[in-house]
């Protein structure tokens, strides 16, 4: 009989798997098996039962009956419009941010933010899914500074595709430099307090992403999306 006493819980469990789908341990279209993660994880089959059904409610997974479980496709239509709303969004963040005063209250906070950016892309490895939270800190000080906290979490609610889409980026493009200088271009044309100018920035750079990953959707990994 198992010993299951130094076992992690059920939620810790959930917790592990969904990491590891979002950051791409478990890769897209890639079959997971009951048996195995109690196995790996020596744990019985309720509480990976559990997990698997918490995951599939939020899309994490597709459990085929009769067949098996398997991480979720990306949709890359669904990735296109959080996008596109996601610049629209925080466009509206800047304006305000420019309208009420706080261009340099934020300005200081971007930069202290950039600092752990430049410190990480001149380590000798980058983690992509610690420049991937640095970076969505970058974003998500605009969204504080409007105290709309709150809207960026429904925009990270969208991770299932988005999350995993943006690791897909840093990781095969490793383009830590270049997402870099595009997060100083919003910075200075932030401290411009020029709007036609972040606009674009902005844009360009939350669209970026698309246009330098499409190789690599329709070659390599065309595979992990729908």
């Known amino acids: 009989m198992n010993n299951y006493s130094n076992h ?3 939620e810790d469990l959930y917790n592990k798997l969904k990491t590891d789908i979002l950051t791409l341990k478990l890769k897209p279209g890639q079959m997971i098996s009951e048996n ?13 039962k559990t997990a698997f059904l918490r995951l599939k409610g939020e899309k994490y997974i597709e459990i085929v009956p009769q067949i098996g479980s398997f991480v979720t496709l990306l ?9 596109y709303m996601r610049a629209i969004l925080e466009m509206e963040m800047i304006n305000n941010i420019i309208d009420n005063g706080q261009t340099q209250a934020v300005v200081k906070l971007l930069e202290e933010n950039m600092s752990k950016q430049y410190e990480l892309i001149n380590s000798d490895s980058i983690n992509p899914s610690a420049f991937y939270e640095i970076d969505s800190t970058f974003h ?5 500074a409007n105290k ?11 991770q299932v ?12 493009t490793e383009r830590y430099p270049e997402l870099y200088n595009e ?12 709007k036609v100018l972040l606009r674009k920035a902005v844009f360009d750079h939350l669209h970026g992403n698309l246009q330098k990953l499409t190789p690599v959707i329709e070659g390599k990994y065309k595979d992990y999306f729908v």
């Open 75 to 83: 949709d890359m239509k669904y990735i296109r419009d959080v996008i």
């Open 161 to 172: 595709y988005y999350t995993r889409f943006r690791i897909l980026d840093t990781a095969t």
């Open 140 to 144: 998500y000080i605009l969204f504080e």
């Open 148 to 158: 709309r906290e709150k809207m960026m979490d429904i925009i990270q609610d969208c």
């Open 183 to 194: 997060h100083e271009v919003i910075l200075s044309a932030l401290k411009q307090e020029d």
């Open 8 to 10: 992690i819980n059920g």
């Open 36 to 48: 195995e993660i109690a196995n790996e994880y020596n744990v019985s089959r309720t509480p990976v």
